[in-house]
């Protein structure tokens, strides 16, 4: 069973930083794309950031200059470096991929602006 662990969440006041972790329970080399989700009360979840093997990354306007995805192959880890960040922001975060026509996702990990 493919477990993805997210971690880095916090609350935070306007402008601070953030950065999430996100472990994968297999081999992450062979992915193509990883992905940050994330899914604010009342909405729904938005992608903000993915990232491929060839550290392509793609963002949503919302988080352009702002948010930096990033992944480590030998530690089977994807990051998502957060600065500037606005009460906006707030919201669980996801990591996610899709193998196989399968669909994984993480349990998700609150961050919570203030202004």
């Known amino acids: 069973q493919v477990q993805l662990v997210e971690s880095g969440g916090g609350l935070v006041q306007s402008g601070a930083s953030l950065r999430l972790s996100c472990a994968i329970s297999t081999r992450i080399f062979a992915i193509y794309t990883l992905g940050w989700y994330r899914q604010a009360p009342g909405k729904q979840r938005e992608m903000v950031a993915t990232?491929?093997?060839?550290?392509?990354?793609n963002y949503a306007d919302s988080v352009k200059g702002r948010f930096t995805a990033s992944r480590d192959n030998d530690k089977n880890t994807v990051y998502l470096q957060m600065n500037s960040l606005k009460p906006e922001d707030t919201a669980i975060y996801y990591c996610?991929?899709?193998?196989?026509?399968?669909?994984?996702w993480g349990q998700g990990t609150q961050v919570t602006v203030s202004s």
């Open positions: 990232i491929t093997n060839g550290r392509t990354t």
């Open positions: 996610n991929f899709v193998q196989q026509g399968r669909n994984y």
